[in-house]
């Protein structure tokens, strides 16, 4: 299948929001900061999976997905907890 010029827009469009996500990762002032750019980057991953999953016409790659985001969820509230309270408990 041609992927058309809205797909590659998207696609373009992605890379460019992963590359400011990585460089808030990196100098990001506080630890916030970074977690939020972790989640960013995370959520394109996803993104860029379903899209894939489109464009080969597999949606099989849905269910890579929802474990991916569910993973990543979790992460997320681990790192917020213990940069909360400082302990996962």
Same mark, same amino acid.
């Given at each position: 299948?041609?992927?058309?010029?809205?797909?590659?827009?998207?696609?373009?469009?992605?890379?460019?929001?992963?590359? #400011?996500?990585?460089?808030?990762?990196?100098?990001?002032? $506080?630890?916030?900061?970074?977690?939020?750019?972790?989640?960013?980057? /995370?959520?394109?991953?996803? #993104?860029? !999976? !379903? #899209?894939?999953? $489109?464009?080969?016409?597999?949606?099989?790659? #849905?269910?890579?997905?929802?474990?991916?985001?569910?993973?990543?969820?979790?992460?997320? !509230?681990?790192? /917020?907890?213990?940069?909360?309270?400082?302990?996962?408990?």
């Amino acid at each position: 299948m041609i992927v058309d010029f809205s797909m590659r827009a998207v696609i373009i469009g992605i890379v460019i929001i992963v590359f #400011l996500s990585l460089y808030r990762i990196v100098l990001g002032p $506080h630890a916030t900061d970074r977690v939020v750019g972790t989640n960013v980057v /995370m959520t394109n991953i996803v #993104l860029a !999976i !379903i #899209l894939l999953a $489109h464009i080969i016409g597999d949606y099989t790659y #849905l269910d890579v997905a929802f474990v991916y985001v569910l993973s990543s969820f979790v992460g997320t !509230i681990c790192v /917020m907890k213990g940069l909360g309270k400082g302990k996962l408990s």
